[in-house]
């Protein structure tokens, strides 16, 4: 039998009523709800379940997601439900943190309200992000460094799929260098910054701050990090690792391809949407790919971690 790994989605996934199921459900999930609230002083239920304009404010939408995915992950932990290995897109590293047991769920909820802060506050006037379809990661980074201003890859998604990110003006040529160099597709993206650029370096210093003042422990399972592709084994790197995310390139693509490398056959998105769950099948449509969004989800889970 092969191995499982957790992955959470990032900021993009969230929808008004997301988690909703769960909480008049499960005890667990109402718990976390709730402490999560309570740590961060704001009404997440009235947040994530009602139709609202703060769901899609990125100082909201973070804690937002991260309590609607700790409170899958608990009803699964609860049910016998384990990962060998998580990893989490962007802000879903949080995620993959806490399945890991290096940061408890309490301290991930507070320093996430600062990330979601401190990553609005360091939004610049003339950023922006686009997807490219269609072409080669290679072509995306040659284009990127000879195009004035700065534009630098974000996400590494899954094959065909690469999103830049930067200066608005930059990020434009550069899409339309890469439409005639062959890229299928440039489609804006409709975010209130250029995440994942040097233009966030500020709130990535502000948050080791916040980091520094929290308990880190070596990881009871490994998780891969966004920066490295590689496997956490050491609590001495996480501080970094997550200080270092907010302004650097998301690999995700390559974290999926290490993991399948050692044997993963099955992955269990947790929480909001199928993003995560379409990259895999684009990676390597052999594997077992399972998401947790509604209530409903859960037994059709345990029913093909069962048979896999």
């Given at each position: 039998?092969?191995?499982?790994?957790?992955?959470?989605?990032?900021?993009?996934?969230?929808?008004?009523?997301?988690?909703?199921?769960?909480?008049?459900?499960?005890?667990?999930?109402?718990?976390v709800f709730d402490k999560a609230g309570l740590i961060t002083g704001l009404d997440l239920t009235r947040i994530c379940f009602?139709?609202?304009?703060?769901?899609?404010?990125?100082?909201?939408?973070q804690i937002a997601m991260l309590a609607t995915e700790i409170a899958i992950l608990k009803v699964l932990e609860e049910r016998?439900?384990?990962?060998?290995?998580?990893?989490?897109?962007?802000?879903?590293?949080?995620?993959?943190?806490?399945?890991?047991?290096?940061?408890?769920?309490?301290?991930?909820?507070?320093?996430v309200r600062r990330r979601g802060i401190y990553m609005q506050e360091a939004v610049p006037e003339g950023g922006a992000m686009?997807?490219?379809?269609?072409?080669?990661?290679?072509?995306?980074?040659?284009?990127?460094?000879?195009?004035?201003?700065?534009?630098?890859?974000?996400?590494?998604?899954?094959?065909?799929?690469?999103?830049?990110?930067?200066?608005?003006?930059?990020?434009?040529?550069?899409?339309?260098?890469?439409?005639?160099?062959?890229?299928?597709?440039?489609?804006?993206?409709?975010?209130?910054?250029?995440?994942?650029?040097?233009?966030?370096?500020?709130?990535?210093?502000?948050?080791?701050?916040?980091?520094?003042?929290?308990?880190?422990?070596?990881?009871?399972?490994?998780?891969?990090?966004?920066?490295?592709?590689?496997?956490?084994?050491?609590?001495?790197?996480?501080?970094?690792?997550?200080?270092?995310?907010?302004?650097?390139?998301?690999?995700?693509?390559?974290?999926?391809?290490?993991?399948?490398?050692?044997?993963?056959?099955?992955?269990?998105?947790?929480?909001?949407?199928?993003?995560?769950?379409?990259?895999?099948?684009?990676?390597?449509?052999?594997?077992?790919?399972?998401?947790?969004?509604?209530?409903?989800?859960?037994?059709?889970?345990?029913?093909?971690?069962?048979?896999?």
């Amino acid at each position: 039998m092969g191995r499982t790994a957790f992955i959470f989605p990032g900021q993009g996934a969230q929808y008004p009523g997301m988690g909703k199921d769960f909480y008049e459900n499960e005890a667990v999930s109402r718990e976390v709800f709730d402490k999560a609230g309570l740590i961060t002083g704001l009404d997440l239920t009235r947040i994530c379940f009602e139709e609202n304009e703060k769901l899609n404010i990125t100082e909201y939408t973070q804690i937002a997601m991260l309590a609607t995915e700790i409170a899958i992950l608990k009803v699964l932990e609860e049910r016998g439900i384990r990962a060998d290995v998580t990893a989490g897109l962007s802000l879903g590293e949080y995620g993959a943190v806490v399945a890991a047991g290096v940061m408890r769920a309490e301290d991930a909820f507070a320093v996430v309200r600062r990330r979601g802060i401190y990553m609005q506050e360091a939004v610049p006037e003339g950023g922006a992000m686009s997807a490219v379809l269609g072409m080669e990661s290679t072509v995306v980074e040659e284009v990127c460094s000879r195009t004035p201003g700065l534009v630098t890859v974000a996400n590494y998604n899954c094959p065909g799929q690469i999103v830049i990110t930067g200066e608005k003006d930059a990020v434009d040529r550069a899409g339309e260098t890469l439409k005639e160099r062959g890229a299928k597709r440039i489609i804006p993206l409709n975010v209130s910054g250029p995440f994942h650029s040097q233009m966030l370096i500020s709130a990535g210093e502000r948050l080791l701050k916040d980091l520094e003042r929290v308990r880190i422990q070596d990881p009871k399972i490994p998780y891969v990090a966004n920066l490295t592709a590689d496997y956490v084994n050491a609590k001495e790197e996480v501080r970094y690792l997550l200080k270092q995310q907010i302004s650097s390139p998301v690999k995700w693509q390559q974290s999926v391809e290490r993991m399948i490398g050692d044997g993963v056959t099955a992955f269990v998105e947790i929480g909001p949407g199928k993003t995560l769950s379409g990259f895999v099948k684009k990676i390597d449509r052999k594997m077992t790919v399972i998401n947790v969004d509604h209530y409903e989800d859960l037994l059709a889970c345990m029913e093909v971690l069962a048979n896999a």
